[in-house]
């Protein structure tokens, strides 16, 4: 019923950047309140940054400052703009839609950062 579909992954340099897209297939969208995790191997799945349907947004320590979660309603389309990359940022991100505490997951693009 509820599908989240990420793009934008790929392989970059240290220093570079790069903008995560996920574009989900529900009319709930704009009510529900939108997030990235990423997991690395052997690690678990941790909250990179959120975004309400209000606007607010929290962030991980070590992503702030360097990392900016959007959303266009319009386009039920929810974005990580990732700027300064890190080699410990890589690993696959995950989107997510939470709705009512329902949470509703996408398949993950990897990231991989490199030097």
């Known amino acids: 019923q509820v599908q989240l579909v990420e793009s934008g992954g790929g392989l970059v340099q240290a220093g570079g950047s790069l903008r995560l897209s996920c574009v989900a297939s529900?009319?709930?969208?704009?009510?529900?309140?939108m997030g990235w995790y990423r997991q690395a191997p052997g690690k678990t799945r941790e909250l990179v940054a959120l975004i309400t349907s209000g606007g607010s947004t929290n962030y991980a320590d070590s992503v702030k400052g360097r990392f900016t979660i959007s959303r266009d309603n319009a386009k039920l389309t929810v974005y990580l703009q990732m700027n300064s990359l890190k080699p410990e940022d890589t690993s696959v991100y995950y989107c997510?839609?939470?709705?009512?505490?329902?949470?509703?997951w996408g398949q993950g693009t990897q990231v991989t950062v490199s030097s």
């Open positions: 997510n839609l939470n709705f009512a505490g329902t949470y509703y």
């Open positions: 529900t009319s709930i969208f704009s009510i529900s309140t």
